[in-house]
């Protein structure tokens, strides 16, 4: 079983920054591929960024150049830092841990982008 805990959301102005964090537990957790998804109201769930156990990193291309994704396994934690935020960006952010058998979720932080 493996939990996941997101903090450091919160309310921003228009190119301002946020990190957020994604506290894991669990068995073989940083053996797990992870990620950061966004879901907007109205909207679909969509991939921010992803890193994979050995580093490899994934972006949209909505937020390349802006937002960096990293991990660190011996915390067993991954981070999302978040530049040059947009009121596009305002979403609830979900942490996920995924490998070939499994995919949990994190319960969500809220960012709001606005002045």
């Known amino acids: 079983q493996v939990q996941l805990v997101e903090s450091g959301g919160g309310l921003v102005q228009p190119g301002g920054s946020l990190r957020l964090s994604c506290a894991a537990s669990?068995?073989?957790?940083?053996?797990?591929?992870m990620g950061w998804y966004r879901q907007a109201p109205g909207k679909q769930r969509e991939l921010v960024a992803s890193i994979t156990s050995g580093g490899s990193t994934d972006y949209a291309d909505s937020v390349k150049g802006r937002f960096t994704i990293s991990r660190d396994n011996a915390q067993i934690t991954v981070y999302l830092q978040m530049n040059s935020l947009k009121p596009e960006d305002t979403a609830v952010y979900y942490c996920n841990a995924a490998n070939v058998a499994y995919i949990y979720w994190g319960q969500g932080t809220q960012v709001t982008v606005s002045s």
């Open positions: 669990g068995s073989s957790i940083s053996m797990y591929a």
